[in-house]
C-alpha cells in the first residue's frame, strides 16, 4: 500500500533553511505528481508546492523564490527546500499524493521557525 514518510521537521531561526524529504512507496514513484502541504496552528492546509511527473513545479505566491521543491526518482523521494524562513512558515508539513482517486498523506513532519 501507498506509504509516505517525511522527515527533516525542526526548530529554526527566523532566515535558516531546512530540507524536508518525503519517501514514498507502494506505487510507480516517478509517473506521479508529488505536492507538500502545510497547516498551521488553527488555520487550514493548504498547498505549498506541487512537481509533476516530468519535473514541473509550482509554488504558494507565499513560498515563491524562499521553497524549491525537487524529486529523485531513483529514490522515491520528493524534496521541500525551504530557505530565508519567516516566523509564518512555522506548520506541519505533510507530503501529499494522488493516486487511485483519493489522498494520500504522511503523518507530517513539524517546523517551528522562532527566535
Known amino acids: 500500500q501507498v506509504q509516505l514518510v517525511e522527515s527533516g521537521g525542526g526548530l529554526v531561526q527566523p532566515g535558516g533553511s531546512l530540507r524536508l524529504s518525503c519517501a514514498a512507496s507502494?506505487?510507480?514513484?516517478?509517473?506521479?505528481?508529488m505536492r507538500w502541504y502545510r497547516q498551521a496552528p488553527g488555520k487550514e492546509r493548504e498547498l505549498v508546492a506541487f512537481i509533476t511527473s516530468l519535473g514541473s513545479t509550482r509554488y504558494a505566491d507565499s513560498v515563491k523564490g524562499r521553497f524549491t521543491i525537487s524529486r529523485d526518482n531513483a529514490k522515491n523521494t520528493v524534496y521541500l527546500e525551504m530557505n530565508s524562513l519567516k516566523l509564518e512558515d512555522t506548520a506541519m508539513y505533510y507530503c501529499n499524493l494522488w493516486y487511485q482517486f483519493q489522498d494520500h498523506w504522511g503523518k507530517g513532519t513539524l517546523v517551528t521557525v522562532s527566535s
Open positions: 507502494g506505487f510507480t514513484f516517478s509517473s506521479y505528481a
